[in-house]
């Protein structure tokens, strides 16, 4: 009878066990990815950087992957890591590269043996449209008072942007275009980092910068610099400035950014990393930082992603020829 009893509890309890087990798996978040390998083929605290890290954070959230790191290989216009990406993820459904225009420009001036033909297209999330702005002690205090002076003396006005042939830099370029300066007489600076530029212009080095709010938000909030105009189609809500093309100056200067995968995923694999990046656009931290950095979402996907980045080398390429970096 004992050993009756004790054969039943134990058989109560293996199934009481074997119950538990099963509920606390269920209970367990099943992540679509792994630990995701960011590229940020740029500087730290740059617009690639910050694109990853936020993404990063957003994929966690979402509870589509169990952790995330981040590497950064800066140098001509982000193709050093474009080639790093390519060469050492093939096949990896959980390594992510940060992309934007910029990129496309760089592979068009450089004509680097890899390219973005070479990895996955996921999505594109965003356009982040340039800001002109100088430091608070500028003698400019409206975009009037800055033109006026570069039309009158182009050279004597310093520009200071991303890369040589970047958007910041065709961006300024198309203006003084549209205003009949001659391109060669632009004094434009090109700088590798967002941090150095920065410095330049609240040193009075460089009189004025151009760039996406997200990288110089944090300097506009706290006066330190102060917003003349922005290169948006219309006026962006949070951005206290006016467009250049209300302005009088048909110009639009933005940065669209995204993220690519890994050469030779599977369909499956592309689509579960497409998947992981949607919920990841679409969770708290994520909206919260396309808020704060004033971003405007342009979700693209896929081949169709693929097709507009396409698209995108013939436009950026007729513009770099139209203005004379090309």
Same mark, same amino acid.
């Given at each position: 009878?004992?050993?009756?009893?004790?054969?039943?509890?134990?058989?109560? &309890?293996?199934?009481?066990?074997?119950?538990?087990? @099963?509920?606390?798996?269920?209970? @367990?978040?099943?992540?679509?990815?792994?630990?995701?390998?960011?590229?940020?083929?740029?500087?730290?605290?740059?617009?690639?950087?910050? @694109?990853?890290?936020?993404?990063? *954070?957003?994929?966690?959230?979402?509870?589509?992957?169990?952790?995330?790191?981040?590497?950064?290989?800066?140098?001509?216009?982000?193709?050093?890591?474009?080639?790093?990406?390519?060469? &050492?993820?093939?096949?990896?459904?959980?390594?992510?590269?940060?992309?934007?225009?910029?990129?496309? @420009?760089?592979?068009?001036?450089?004509?680097?043996?890899?390219?973005?033909?070479?990895?996955?297209?996921?999505?594109?999330?965003?356009?982040?449209?340039?800001?002109?702005?100088?430091?608070?002690?500028?003698?400019?205090?409206?975009?009037?008072?800055?033109?006026?002076?570069? *039309?009158?003396?182009?050279?004597?006005?310093?520009?200071?942007?991303?890369?040589?042939?970047?958007?910041?830099?065709?961006?300024?370029?198309?203006?003084?275009?549209?205003?009949?300066?001659?391109?060669?007489?632009?004094?434009?600076?090109?700088?590798?980092?967002?941090?150095?530029?920065?410095?330049?212009?609240?040193?009075?080095?460089?009189?004025?910068?151009?760039?996406?709010?997200?990288?110089?938000?944090?300097?506009?909030?706290?006066?330190?610099?102060?917003?003349?105009?922005?290169?948006?189609?219309?006026?962006?809500?949070?951005?206290?400035?006016?467009? #250049?093309?209300?302005?009088?100056?048909?110009?639009?200067?933005?940065?669209?950014?995204?993220?690519?995968?890994?050469?030779?995923?599977?369909?499956?694999?592309?689509?579960?990393?497409?998947?992981?990046?949607?919920?990841?656009?679409? &969770?708290?931290?994520?909206?919260?930082?396309?808020?704060?950095?004033?971003? &405007?979402?342009?979700? #693209?996907?896929?081949?169709?992603?693929?097709?507009?980045?396409?698209?995108?080398?013939?436009?950026?390429?007729?513009?770099?020829?139209?203005?004379?970096?090309?």
């Amino acid at each position: 009878m004992f050993a009756f009893f004790r054969r039943s509890s134990f058989r109560r &309890s293996s199934r009481y066990i074997a119950t538990a087990i @099963t509920a606390a798996v269920l209970a @367990t978040p099943v992540f679509a990815l792994d630990t995701v390998k960011f590229m940020a083929p740029g500087s730290v605290g740059g617009g690639y950087d910050q @694109t990853a890290r936020i993404l990063g *954070k957003a994929l966690i959230e979402a509870k589509v992957a169990k952790s995330v790191t981040f590497e950064n290989k800066g140098g001509a216009g982000g193709t050093l890591g474009l080639a790093q990406f390519a060469n &050492s993820t093939k096949g990896d459904p959980n390594a992510l590269l940060v992309v934007g225009a910029i990129m496309v @420009t760089a592979v068009e001036q450089n004509k680097p043996q890899i390219t973005l033909k070479n990895v996955t297209p996921i999505a594109r999330l965003f356009t982040e449209y340039n800001v002109l702005a100088v430091r608070k002690e500028s003698p400019y205090k409206t975009l009037e008072d800055l033109l006026k002076d570069f *039309k009158a003396n182009p050279s004597g006005v310093t520009w200071g942007g991303g890369s040589k042939g970047s958007i910041d830099h065709i961006g300024i370029a198309e203006l003084a275009g549209k205003m009949d300066v001659p391109v060669n007489k632009v004094n434009y600076v090109a700088f590798a980092g967002g941090g150095e530029v920065v410095a330049q212009v609240l040193g009075g080095q460089i009189k004025v910068i151009t760039g996406g709010y997200a990288e110089l938000g944090q300097y506009i909030k706290n006066g330190q610099f102060r917003v003349l105009a922005i290169g948006a189609p219309d006026r962006v809500e949070g951005i206290d400035a006016p467009t #250049l093309k209300e302005k009088g100056y048909d110009v639009t200067i933005g940065n669209w950014r995204g993220v690519y995968g890994a050469a030779d995923l599977t369909p499956e694999q592309r689509k579960e990393l497409t998947d992981a990046v949607l919920a990841a656009a679409n &969770s708290k931290v994520w909206q919260d930082n396309v808020k704060a950095n004033a971003w &405007s979402p342009s979700i #693209l996907t896929g081949d169709e992603f693929g097709k507009f980045v396409d698209e995108e080398h013939v436009r950026l390429r007729a513009m770099l020829v139209k203005v004379g970096l090309l």
